[in-house]
């Protein structure tokens, strides 16, 4: 398994890639599938050059080949220019618990650090103790802050935060 960034032509993969993820997790996104398919191809082609003109934000994927078993978004805050966002993190169901999470999650860290973020930070599903626990193991903390999902406000998720990181993902004192 390797990991890669998106490339700029492969605008039809990002929107395969993110349907996919809508379908298998609806619980765990800001947006459905349904909402997502809508969308017109100029939705699609904006997204991808936002992930992938050099300085904005990153798409990265988890492959073998041609196979792409998960993806992540690493992207700049709107609001704080010392923090990086990750977003989107999917790993396919039949590669989950098997370190590809982990690989994506070390990809942005990389990504954060060469462009001099600070933190990092995430919204999570509260009832996903999977992901949270990832989370938690790669040094991240709940900050507190609590909303619902917007698309579905029976559940919430949860900020998580990575401070002052280091390349291992301890944060340092």
């Not at 379908?23 to 992930?51: G, H, I, K, N, Q």
């Not at 999917?90 to 618990?97: E, F, G, K, N, S």
């Not at 509260?126 to 938690?136: D, G, K, M, Q």
Request: proline letters at 5%.
């Amino acid at each position: 398994m390797r990991i890669r960034k998106l490339k700029p032509h492969e605008i039809s993969l990002h929107r395969d890639l993110r349907l996919c993820a809508l379908r298998d997790s609806p619980d765990s996104f800001a947006e459905t599938a349904t909402d997502a398919e809508a969308r017109p191809v100029s939705y699609w082609e904006t997204l991808t050059r936002s992930v992938t003109e050099p300085n904005r934000h990153v798409m990265y994927l988890a492959c073998d080949g041609d196979d792409i078993f998960g993806s992540t978004y690493g992207l700049r805050d709107s609001e704080s220019s010392d923090m990086a966002r990750i977003g989107g993190m999917w790993v396919a169901p039949l590669h989950r618990r098997h370190g590809i999470g982990r690989a994506l999650l070390d990809a942005v860290r990389s990504w954060a650090r060469e462009h001099g973020f600070k933190r990092m930070g995430l919204w999570a599903p509260s009832e996903n103790p999977a992901a949270l626990a990832l989370y938690r193991q790669a040094g991240f903390r709940q900050t507190g802050r609590r909303r619902p999902l917007p698309t579905n406000a029976m559940l919430e998720i949860v900020e998580l935060e990575l401070s002052n990181f280091s390349s291992s993902g301890r944060e340092l004192a």
